[in-house]
């Protein structure tokens, strides 16, 4: 099944730049799509289509891709932006079609 | 305002069954493909099954294909998964997602209900 791989943990200092990676086979033919989870709630789509921002989600959220990774680039990072946060792609190969990545706790320090 | 309101989780025993509903307002429910996706305790987000605008096609996961059926009624606006043959490893929070543009992603979510599989 498809696999995309995440760090387990990234810490960054309020009002400095975190990258978030996620790792998949060939993930440059796929679109990826990002979601934030905090404490208790339902997970927040964030980013979609790998660089395009919902209506409400702040400019300091990007996402790019190059080559076998995708980023998730949270720029000027506030307190409120402690998360857990997820990437997703879809492959009509894998058992799970919808694939969610592994899973980034982002801690501010 | 999209609203996604799942009920129905609770407790039960292994081999027994529950049936999850999703009440969605705030859009045109019947024009939107629908999820289920499940998160256990203290683990990672898995998706569980999809389910087109009309309700003629689904897919599920391999882990719970066989035992689940998503299924939805467009005239109360509502989606549904029953859950059949439980196993401990189906003890999760469940949320109700509704399909993005393109209907590769998921950009409303509800909030989640609990399903425990226990003896």
């Known amino acids: 099944s498809y696999v995309l791989t995440q760090p387990p943990s990234v810490s960054v200092a309020p009002g400095k730049t975190a990258s978030i990676t996620c790792g998949g086979n060939?993930?440059?033919?796929?679109?990826v799509h990002w979601y934030q989870q905090k404490p208790g709630q339902a997970p927040v789509l964030v980013i979609y289509?790998?660089?395009d921002r919902p209506s409400g989600i702040p400019e300091r959220f990007s996402g790019s891709k190059s080559g076998n990774t995708a980023t998730l680039t949270i720029s000027r990072v506030e307190a409120g932006d402690e998360a857990d946060y997820y990437c997703?792609?879809?492959?009509?190969?894998?058992?799970?079609?919808?694939?969610f990545g592994t899973g980034t706790k982002v801690t501010v320090l | 305002e999209v609203q996604l309101v799942e009920s129905g989780g609770g407790l039960v025993q292994p081999g027994g069954s529950l049936r999850l509903s999703c009440a969605a307002s705030?859009?045109?429910?019947?024009?939107?493909?629908m999820h289920w996706v499940r998160q256990a305790p203290g683990k990672g987000l898995v998706w569980v099954s999809r389910?087109?605008?009309?309700?003629?096609?689904?897919i599920y996961a391999d882990s719970v294909k066989g035992r689940f059926t998503i299924s939805r009624d467009n005239a109360k606006n509502t989606l549904y998964l029953q859950m059949n043959s439980l196993r401990a490893e189906d003890t999760a929070l469940y949320y109700c997602?509704?399909?993005?543009?393109?209907?590769?992603?998921?950009?409303?979510w509800g909030q989640g209900t609990l399903a425990s599989v226990s003896s």
């Open positions: 997703q792609v879809w492959d009509n190969i894998s058992d799970h079609f919808y694939v």
């Open positions: 060939n993930i440059g033919s796929k679109s």
């Open positions: 289509y790998d660089s």
């Open positions: 705030g859009f045109t429910f019947s024009s939107y493909w």
């Open positions: 389910i087109n605008s009309d309700g003629s096609r689904t």
């Open positions: 997602a509704k399909s993005g543009s393109g209907s590769w992603f998921f950009d409303y």
